[in-house]
């Protein structure tokens, strides 16, 4: 099962990887598998990998991802073209060799007795949450699933949360799939029906911030997944900081999972694209 | 055939030229994952002021074009928690390791309070002073720009010690031999540099500043070109050691900061691409000794053929 907080996170190391597969899945969205032994035999749900996708000096730093997935040596990467390292790691074939460091950050945790959870997505924000499901299913808790995303083919993941959730409730933009409008509607109804004793919630900003005062109106402990700018990835540079109530913390060493009443929700997130 | 590696910067004596460039190592804790401390010539600490510091707000960095800037504001959290958590850590951890502890703060006085304080804890190897800072409104560069301002702080911190004191210049100044002289004067006993340099960055399609302190100091390999032209101003002027840096990735980059006239070089930016990027570093330059028959590192320090 998911570890408590306090128990010590696994090592991080430099590994070389290989390129086992690289697919489109969604317009602009893809799913990298990755060869990387040992980090897919450390890692735990909800922790993320820093990849070096190129060698050259044009771009230099690294790009950090959430693991999908890990099984059997090989990590899985769902990833959304944004600009110069997400196209470049678009363009990885078969057999590449790259770096990563890993496994990152301190993932979901679950609390002992744990019997129904709720896991709310928006868009690449299913990403993280993928091996939470299969693992807390595996354990036998109950897991509802509310996905939003823009359309029915960026409801990514869709088909391994049907495969392990009790039930799946969806929510797109324009309605192709499930409800219309945002996951947050079918999120307040779930929380008025059931009796859920943790959730987790990973997508856009606001969408996490709204989920966890619904939450938090809810008396319904929630985690949620923080994405930052990151220079190092592993608690030096000081770039990655989410104001909680407990001072400045690291996204990359103390996150990117946070307890949600934790967080004091400022601007601090990566900015919008457009 | 034997290589020497280890070099003397001033009254310091280290096992390689290889050391961390501040703020972009921690105290060494984050890196012990992934290096052998103690194959280091020197840590350099992050920035230490008397009181906390809570850094600037976020974004806090941009990646660039072979760089990136950032504006973190030597976020710290002051010099006691320093020493009861990051020297102690240290101590245990590292105990062959020297410790150069970097210094920041607002006013002469803060800079030497600092070091007031940091002289009772013996695992200090020797401080490196920080008046180069672009992301502090107040201090800071302030004291880097001015050849005034410049000697003041390194006085002021002379008089507390006589541990080695390497002032780090900032490069965003007129004439860095100017403030390099100043401090040699004022009693330093080697200079670091260069610091980031100021700069910006624009995302057109948000027409915003990249950065939430609009401004930020560039790093990293982008920045080379001028920290090697400064180094080896600075290093042909001054009788002090240099400790070089800027945009160091490899053995090579470092061996031409030797060549340039450095005595030391740090790594920086480079060590958040690769955290085992020190490591490459010094065995890069022992691979360059082996290939040139350099029998001592130290023979590299301005052994540059300027004809
Ligand atoms: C802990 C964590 C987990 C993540 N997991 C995933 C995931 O599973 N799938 C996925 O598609 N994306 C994920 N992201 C976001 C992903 O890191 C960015 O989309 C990616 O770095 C963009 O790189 P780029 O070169 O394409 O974009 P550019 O805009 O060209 O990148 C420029 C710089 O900004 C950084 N950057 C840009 N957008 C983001 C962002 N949203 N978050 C962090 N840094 C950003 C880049 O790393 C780079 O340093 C995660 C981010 C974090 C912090
Ligand atoms: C994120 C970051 C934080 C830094 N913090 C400090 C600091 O606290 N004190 C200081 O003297 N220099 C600081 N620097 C400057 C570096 O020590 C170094 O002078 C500069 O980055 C150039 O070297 P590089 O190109 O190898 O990174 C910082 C640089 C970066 C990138
Ligand atoms: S990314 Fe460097 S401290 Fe988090």
Redesign the interface.
């Known amino acids: 099962m998911c570890e408590q907080a306090d128990t010590p996170a696994s090592r991080p190391a430099l590994e070389r990887v290989r390129v086992l597969g690289n697919e489109r899945i969604a317009p602009g969205v893809g799913i990298l598998t990755l060869h990387a032994p040992r980090c897919a035999s450390e890692v735990r749900p909800g922790q993320f990998v820093h990849l070096r996708v190129a060698e050259g000096r044009d771009f230099i730093l690294r790009r950090p991802f959430s693991v999908h997935r890990a099984q059997d040596g090989a990590l899985e990467i769902l990833y959304q073209v944004l600009g110069s390292g997400t196209r470049a790691i678009s363009l990885l074939e078969r057999e590449q060799v790259l770096d990563l460091v890993g496994p990152l950050g301190r993932g979901w945790s679950a609390p002992a007795g744990l019997a129904h959870a709720l896991i709310v997505t928006g868009g690449l924000g299913a990403a993280p949450l993928g091996m939470l499901a299969e693992e807390l299913a595996a354990a036998g808790v109950a897991v509802t699933v509310a996905m939003g995303a823009p359309t029915q083919e960026r409801l990514v993941a869709r088909g391994l949360y049907e495969a392990v959730a009790r039930r799946v409730v969806l929510a797109t933009d324009d309605g192709s799939a499930g409800e219309r409008g945002f996951v947050t509607a079918p999120v307040q109804r779930l929380l008025a029906e059931g009796s859920f004793d943790q959730m987790y919630v990973c997508g856009p900003e606001v969408m996490q911030r709204l989920v966890a005062g619904m939450a938090k109106e809810a008396s319904v402990p929630c985690q949620v997944s923080l994405e930052r700018l990151m220079a190092c990835g592993i608690g030096a540079c000081l770039s990655c900081v989410v104001s909680t109530r407990d001072g400045l913390k690291r996204a990359c060493v103390e996150g990117p999972v946070f307890n949600a009443e934790d967080v004091l929700w400022d601007s601090s997130e990566v900015p919008p694209k457009h | 055939m034997n290589l020497d590696m280890s070099v003397r910067f001033g009254s310091l004596e280290l096992k390689n030229p290889v050391v961390t460039a501040s703020?972009?190592?921690?105290s060494g804790r984050?890196?012990a994952?992934?290096v052998d401390l103690q194959r280091l010539g020197a840590i350099v600490t992050k920035g230490v002021s008397l009181e906390p510091w809570?850094?600037n707000?976020?974004?806090?960095?941009?990646?660039t074009?072979?760089?990136?800037l950032?504006s973190?504001g030597l976020?710290n959290p002051g010099v006691e928690a320093f020493i009861a958590k990051d020297l102690a850590w240290l101590s245990e951890h590292a105990p062959r390791l020297p410790v150069i502890v970097n210094v920041s703060g607002h006013s002469a006085n803060e800079y030497a309070s600092v070091i007031e304080r940091l002289e009772r804890e013996s695992s200090v190897a020797a401080y490196e002073v920080n008046i180069s800072c672009p992301n502090v409104d107040a201090g800071g560069m302030v004291f880097g720009t001015s050849c005034l301002g410049a000697a003041e702080v390194t006085a002021a911190c002379r008089k507390l010690t006589t541990r080695p004191l390497i002032v780090k210049l900032t490069p965003n100044v007129t004439d860095i031999v100017e403030i390099a002289r100043s401090v040699e004067a004022a009693g330093a006993d080697g200079v670091s540099l260069i610091n980031t340099l100021l700069g910006m960055s624009i995302?057109a399609?948000?027409r915003?500043p990249?950065l939430?302190r609009v401004v930020g100091g560039l790093s990293?390999?982008a920045i080379k070109p001028v920290a090697l032209r400064m180094v080896w101003q600075v290093s042909s002027a001054l009788e002090i050691p240099v400790l070089g840096m800027g945009g160091i990735?490899t053995g090579e980059d470092a061996v031409e900061f030797l060549l340039a006239g450095a005595t030391a070089v740090a790594v920086g930016?480079a060590?958040?691409?690769?955290?085992?990027a020190t490591m490459r570093v010094i065995d890069g330059i022992a691979e360059y000794c082996h290939a040139n028959n350099i029998e001592r590192v130290s023979d590299l320090s301005g052994a540059l053929i300027e004809s």
Do not use: K, L, W, Y
């Open positions: 703020g972009t190592f921690a984050e890196f994952d992934f809570a850094g707000a976020s974004p806090r960095i941009a990646e074009a072979s760089g990136m950032n973190i976020q995302d399609a948000t915003r990249r939430a990293g390999p990735m930016t060590s958040f691409v690769d955290p085992t």
